[in-house]
């Protein structure tokens, strides 16, 4: 089992950027595969980017291709989220998830969840 704790987020003008980080408890971190997500006020959950146990494969939603950057460091148990120029409708709470099997777009395919990290992006 891994716990998931997210931080990193908060308020930031449009065009700004944010790192987020997801420490993992445990000693399997790099076992797992794991993603970011979102969700939006009256909005259900979606898939933003994901990476491999590795880190040496990596895939993100088009939406978010070319500004956001997902990273790994497993010496720290650390799950990454680079988030440049972004954008009133990136606001939403961002939640990183770990899947012990194959990874993908869909949040029924991931094991763990943290409580996530609110992202507010003023115009």
């Known amino acids: 089992q891994v716990q998931l704790v997210e931080s990193g987020g908060g308020l930031v003008q449009a065009g700004g950027s944010l790192r987020l980080s997801c420490a993992a408890s445990g000693r399997t971190f790099s076992s797992y595969a794991m993603g970011w997500f979102r969700q939006a006020p009256g909005k259900e959950r979606e898939f933003v980017a994901r990476i491999s146990w590795s880190g040496g494969s990596t895939y993100y939603t088009d939406f978010v291709k070319g500004r956001f950057t997902i990273s790994r460091d497993n010496t720290k148990n650390t799950l990454y989220l680079q988030m440049n120029s972004l954008k009133p409708e990136d606001t939403a709470v961002y939640y990183c998830?770990?899947?012990?099997?194959?990874?993908?777009?869909?949040?029924?395919?991931?094991?763990?969840w943290g409580q996530g990290t609110q992202v507010t992006v003023s115009s």
């Open positions: 998830a770990a899947a012990r099997g194959v990874s993908g777009s869909y949040s029924s395919m991931y094991n763990y």
